[in-house]
């Protein structure tokens, strides 16, 4: 897979809101700070623009953290299709790219896996 086809450029709609602290420029100062996106930029005043990494981050991802920070995403069906396929896509690209995810686990405490072996030991012999 060549670099360029690592990363994502997508288009996030916001529903309209009176209120600055829910528009396009707040949440670009959310995702700014998070690591994978490359560039998160208002593209009006109720839509951003954001380029991340695939490897990283997915669009689901990025659409499940602003719900839970409570910017509201429009719900047409033509941005709902088109969030779905987005989505659909990545997974795909994200199979096909054989990411080791080994990397992103938290190491198995060896203890633990001891007194698994041991208890399997004494069950053998009762």
Same mark, same amino acid.
């Given at each position: 897979? +060549?670099?360029? #086809?690592? /990363? ?16 396009? +420029? ?27 990494? $695939? ?9 499940? $953290?602003?719900? +839970?920070?409570?910017?509201? $995403? ?6 709902? $299709?088109?969030?779905?396929? /987005?989505? /659909? ?10 990411? #080791? ?15 698994? #072996?041991?208890?399997? /030991?004494?069950? #053998?012999?009762?």
């Amino acid at each position: 897979m +060549e670099e360029a #086809d690592q /990363y994502r450029c997508r288009l996030i709609n916001l529903k309209h809101s009176g209120d600055p602290d829910y528009q396009a +420029e707040a949440a670009c100062e959310v995702l700014a700070n998070i690591d994978g996106i490359i560039l998160a930029a208002p593209f009006s005043k109720h839509s951003v623009h954001i380029i991340y990494a $695939l490897d990283r981050l997915t669009f689901e991802i990025i659409i499940e $953290l602003l719900d +839970e920070l409570n910017f509201e $995403l429009q719900d047409s069906i033509l941005v709902s $299709l088109r969030n779905t396929i /987005y989505c /659909y896509l990545e997974d795909n690209a994200r199979a096909n790219m054989h990411l #080791d995810v080994t990397e992103f686990q938290e190491p198995e405490d060896e203890s633990q896996a001891v007194s698994q #072996d041991s208890d399997k /030991y004494w069950e #053998d012999y009762r």
